[in-house]
């Protein structure tokens, strides 16, 4: 993977460079996104208009940033869904509290 070739970073640092990354894939995947939809679009305007290979190359590139963003989140715990959720309950003082900001996490 490639967070294995990274030289070890630490602590503040590394979970900054966490969140731009994320950051960065998050913008990408929306901008990727906004042509995967412009495509659709003009293939629903106009029938004769072939678009199943640039779908296909868009559609791609949106699920390889997914795996990207996923091996990103992976690589530090603060990022990780159970940590989120684990501290979201902590903060409630009942089980119903907890429940909802379990939810909501």
Not at 3 to 31: H, I, M, N, S, W
Not at 33 to 56: G, I, K, N, P
Not at 79 to 95: H, K, N, P, V, Y
Request: charged letters at 25%; glycine letters at 4%; proline letters at 2%.
């Amino acid at each position: 993977a490639a967070t294995d070739e990274l030289p070890t970073v630490c602590g503040a640092f590394k979970y900054d460079l966490v969140d731009l990354t994320r950051q960065v894939l998050a913008d990408t995947f929306l901008d990727v996104h906004t042509l995967f939809s412009l495509e659709f679009q003009r293939w629903e305007d106009d029938r004769t208009y072939d678009a199943r290979a640039r779908l296909q190359s868009l559609g791609n590139a949106l699920h390889l940033l997914v795996q990207n963003v996923d091996v990103l989140l992976g690589s530090d715990p603060n990022f990780l869904l159970g940590r989120w959720i684990e501290q979201s309950r902590a903060m409630g003082d009942t089980a119903e509290d907890k429940a909802l900001l379990e939810f909501n996490a």
